[in-house]
């Protein structure tokens, strides 16, 4: 019986995937209005594929962390073609706490700002900015008591909007991006 080693021989042909989790880690929202510019890379077609910066309008300004639900956060890019066009339909959805006169308040602040964009950082460790181009708009949101006495007591949000090309990868120093982030304690 072989002591050193319990495989004789490599399998071949081992899947390229590596081990990963889904859904996203950290949240951000931010009105559009509130970024001066940002610094991109453009693909051949005119969509940007990464952000180096991003620039505020004022200094005390930063993207306000969302405390949502553990595994209620997530997005997708859906490609949305026609004859004459093409871009991508962006999709955000989370769940946050709804118990409270203050979660309510804070509801309606996100509610009622017409133009978002969310800076995201997915369990991969890697960060996407969506909205970029256009917004993200509130499309639908509810709060719910829950049927069963286990369900979440919540507020779901889906904030939509479109993007020319996918949800660019923000790729900055750590301290930089941390210099534009309000998170919550």
Known sequence: MPTSTFLNSAFGGVSQAKFEMGGIAELYLLPLKKIAN??????????????TDINLVDPLVKFQEIGFVEGSASYTDAFKPSNTKRYMELSLNFTVDASGDAAIAQAHQIQLTHDHVALVKRKNGKWYLLGKDFGL????????????????SAMTFTLV???????AEVIMPAIELAAILNRVA
């Open 38 to 51: 940002t610094v991109n890379v453009v693909d051949a077609f005119g969509a940007t594929t990464s952000v």
């Open 161 to 167: 909007g479109g993007n020319l090309g996918h949800a």
């Open 137 to 152: 708009k509130v499309s639908d949101g509810n709060a719910n008591s829950g049927a069963k006495r286990e369900d979440d």
